[in-house]
């Protein structure tokens, strides 16, 4: 995921990082090692980092993510870093909508990355756990997901992931369409 911003980056693209307290520590680490200075690169606006769940609850409601409330907070944003280039994004928020057991509520917020996706100029790049998706009730759902991403990619010392990528490839009658499956 690091090469996936790092190669954005050079490209001239801007970066918007959407994860966890833990994991934004080791992006930033890993793109400093890179050669990025993220603060000066935050300050000319070509780095952004956002808290996920703290993000999550501005436009979270009861039973799902709001779709108003989701443009308003992350479609203004998207809008505003993609207006003079390319926009590099990578989201965990589904991931922590996964880990809290709200499947339904993360295939939601896909879908609204995918509408917002046809608005805006980006790539996402969305990290999941794939512990996360581990109770053989969420695989329906993490079909769901992985359906509303273009590629799958998971680490290939991850055997759950592996397992999980292989039942969802199964339950769609063993051709797996590529799209985002768990990456850690």
């Given at each position: ?29 890993q ?14 606006n ?25 443009d ?8 505003r ?32 990355w ?15 756990a ?40 199964a339950?769609?009658?063993g051709?797996s369409?590529?799209?985002?499956a768990?990456?850690?």
């Amino acid at each position: 995921m690091s090469a996936f911003l790092v190669d954005g980056f050079a490209r001239g693209e801007a970066l918007l990082i959407v994860a966890t307290p833990h994991h934004v520590e080791l992006i930033t680490s890993q793109l400093e090692q890179a050669g990025i200075d993220v603060r000066d690169a935050e300050r000319a606006n070509r780095v952004t980092i956002l808290d996920a769940a703290q993000t999550l609850e501005k436009f979270m409601r009861q039973d799902g993510p709001n779709p108003e409330a989701f443009d308003e907070v992350v479609g203004t944003l998207v809008a505003r870093l993609s207006a003079d280039t390319r926009l590099c994004i990578y989201g965990e928020m589904v991931d922590v909508l996964a880990e809290r057991g709200r499947f339904k509520a993360a295939h939601q917020l896909e879908e609204l990355w995918n509408v917002l996706g046809k608005r805006a100029s980006f790539t996402l790049f969305c990290g999941y756990a794939s512990g996360h998706f581990g109770d053989p009730r969420a695989a329906r759902i993490l079909k769901d997901i992985c359906d509303a991403h273009s590629h799958v990619h998971r680490k290939q010392d991850d055997l759950l992931a592996e397992y999980l990528h292989d039942q969802q490839a199964a339950a769609s009658g063993g051709t797996s369409t590529a799209s985002a499956a768990p990456t850690s």
